[in-house]
């Protein structure tokens, strides 16, 4: 499975991004699709997932203001980014989980929100 960002870029706090990610290869085998994000100096951490049934979790600091979902044809999925903070910034990277538990990421897109 290849997975591609797009979306990123720079915002002001308060303001709105979309990330989208398109997937395309042996997409039948993903179970999973999520959001991480790695900010400067830090591990990556979970933002967000979504299972094939639609089942959605996310991390407690975008809970309300994040929304992730995937499109009708299930190759492509979105993050809906409200109220940006400072925090947020990172590098978000694309993921796609299949059946066996093997992961697959994107190249990643930068956000930036400024203060």
């Known amino acids: 499975v290849q997975l591609v960002e797009s979306g990123g870029g720079l915002v002001q706090a308060g303001g709105s991004l979309r990330l989208s990610c398109a997937a395309s290869?042996?997409?039948?085998?993903?179970?999973?699709m999520g959001w991480y994000r790695q900010a400067r100096g830090k591990q990556r951490e979970l933002v967000a997932t979504?299972?094939?049934?639609?089942?959605?979790n996310y991390a407690d600091s975008v809970k309300g203001r994040f929304t992730i979902s995937r499109g009708n044809a299930k190759n492509t999925m979105y993050l809906q980014m409200n109220s940006l903070k400072p925090e947020d910034t990172a590098v978000y990277y694309c993921?796609?989980?299949?059946?066996?538990?093997?992961?697959?990421w994107g190249q990643g897109t930068q956000v930036t929100v400024s203060s």
């Open positions: 993921n796609a989980r299949n059946w066996k538990g093997d992961d697959n």
């Open positions: 979504i299972t094939s049934g639609g089942r959605t």
């Open positions: 290869g042996s997409t039948f085998s993903i179970n999973v």
